[in-house]
């Protein structure tokens, strides 16, 4: 594999500048969307045209990428591959139970070409989705539109964003997408409770979210449920924080039975160092050359370790979104902290969303010195955290 410039490659970053232009749009304002999208949409087409070699590749995005070709070879398209007998047959025998990345592979492929950066450009365009629901649950939370309106900004320029739905063909800005949709309508019925038709519609579409995770990730709509548990505890006022435990253990054992994941890939004894290795991995001074574009990701993830952690002092008692995504960030880190194999950077992809809503809240308290809406009262703990 050796950069290319084609036209195909122009069609989708022409592609990402339409779509992510229409979908944030009435958060941005048109010119500040167009920007916003032209710069990723610039990300994707310099990359592939200038310096993708292949080197960085690992094991399951060429897998991926792979099933969209045999699929393409065998004469499906998205429709015929995942709505006929055939289709969904030859897609489980590549991929098992889990053929949704596979499916994406081939739409990719088939709207782009037959390129390995086809679904690439889909996972891009996916950025803009999540950027839409997380200004839905801001907007639900009131705060105000300049600060969401800069966080839509700040999140779609995310560096760890940008590398990782840029450059490799990987299912977890899927997943990302997923989780904040998922979040938001659990977030309809429990903290806003919506009533009626709405609440009906909210949970039917609650139910599909959940279903699509069965073909794409099935333990990740356990952590929310986990996450959603948690949360509605301490709402209530039950401080039953003692429940994670138990709760784990439970995930757990539903995950090695329906999930596919063995046994012995959880390390019960390692939970502490698995949860520090997931959270600070990698380490700057250990990214080699074939990873190299990870490495300013990487300084600037470090950089906002203990910002990170303000902002979580800060918001856990002061915005009822705030703790549902730091308790999703809690439970996250500490399944993955249970299982060795998945404790690399690339499962935290998944969990970029929230940091980044906690790195914005730090960046915004410490420029601005106010007070982004009237239910945040954490500034001045923060502030006290900086001094």
Not at 111 to 138: D, H, Q, R
Not at 316 to 323: A, E, K, L, N, P
Request: a positive charge.
């Amino acid at each position: 594999m050796n950069p290319e410039f084609n036209i195909d490659l122009v069609i989708a970053g022409f592609s990402i500048i339409v779509m992510g232009s229409l979908f944030v749009r009435r958060i941005l304002g048109f010119p500040l969307a167009l920007l916003v999208s032209f710069i990723k949409a610039a990300v994707i087409v310099i990359y592939f045209s200038s310096f993708f070699n292949g080197i960085g590749l690992r094991s399951d995005d060429l897998v991926y990428y792979l099933q969209g070709r045999a699929m393409m070879a065998n004469g499906f398209d998205p429709l015929s591959g995942l709505f006929t007998p055939e289709g969904w047959g030859t897609l489980v025998s590549m991929a098992g139970f889990h053929i949704l990345y596979g499916w994406w592979s081939l739409l990719g492929q088939w709207l782009f070409g037959p390129y390995y950066w086809a679904p690439i450009a889909l996972n891009v365009i996916v950025t803009f989705v999540s950027a839409v629901f997380l200004n839905k649950l801001m907007k639900a939370e009131g705060l105000s539109t300049q600060y969401r309106k800069w966080f839509v900004v700040f999140f779609l320029l995310h560096w760890d964003l940008l590398v990782w739905s840029s450059t490799l063909n990987l299912k977890d800005c899927l997943v990302m997408t997923l989780t904040i949709m998922s979040l938001w309508y659990f977030s309809k019925l429990i903290i806003h409770k919506v009533r009626g038709k709405e609440r009906i519609v909210t949970l039917l579409l609650s139910t599909i979210v959940s279903l699509v995770f069965l073909i794409l990730r099935l333990y990740t709509p356990i952590l929310i449920l986990i996450t959603v548990m948690l949360w509605s505890v301490l709402r209530n006022g039950r401080q039953l924080i003692w429940l994670t435990p138990l709760a784990m253990v439970g995930a757990l054992s539903v995950i090695h039975y329906f999930g596919g994941i063995p046994l012995e890939y959880f390390d019960l004894e390692g939970v502490l160092i698995g949860a520090i290795r997931f959270l600070t991995t990698p380490q700057p001074w250990k990214v080699s050359d074939t990873y190299d574009f990870i490495l300013l990701p990487s300084i600037m993830h470090w950089v906002f370790i203990v910002p990170v952690a303000c902002s979580i002092i800060a918001l856990w008692g002061h915005s009822d979104t705030s703790r549902l995504f730091i308790i999703y960030l809690m439970v996250a880190t500490l399944f993955y902290a249970f299982v060795d194999e998945l404790q690399g950077v690339r499962h935290r992809v998944q969990l970029i969303f929230v940091i980044a809503w906690l790195q914005y809240y730090f960046l915004w308290i410490l420029t601005r010195g106010a007070i982004p809406n009237k239910h945040i009262v954490a500034t001045a703990r923060l502030q006290s955290e900086l001094s």
